[in-house]
């Protein structure tokens, strides 16, 4: 399993964790697993940021996750040789394009 498969699983576990549309249901269990701690005072009172704070929270691990899961790894890759003599990766989605065009 390559590391862009793990870290995309990571955020998206986190996109869907801190997604607000969950919030309502999510953040009273928390704050009654809490109840009685200064955390879940504080928490109540501040409960606009948590809000604000998890849908930033969402959105970028949402951001990651779209831009790292679709991102093949080196071995996904061929080498090109280039006309000058230099080699560069070119994606397997682009070299059949290439040999077909």
Request: aromatic share 8%; net charge positive.
């Amino acid at each position: 399993m390559s590391w862009n498969y793990m870290r995309s699983g990571m955020t998206a576990t986190l996109a869907v964790i801190s997604c607000p549309c969950h919030l309502p249901l999510v953040l009273p269990v928390v704050l009654s697993v809490l109840a009685g701690t200064p955390i879940a005072i504080w928490i109540t009172q501040h409960i606009g940021w948590i809000y604000g704070g998890t849908a930033i929270v969402f959105l970028v691990s949402l951001l990651l996750t779209l831009r790292w899961i679709g991102k093949p790894t080196a071995t996904e890759c061929k080498i090109a040789a280039q006309p000058d003599g230099t080699h560069s990766f070119v994606y397997p989605s682009i070299q059949s394009q290439i040999k077909e065009g």
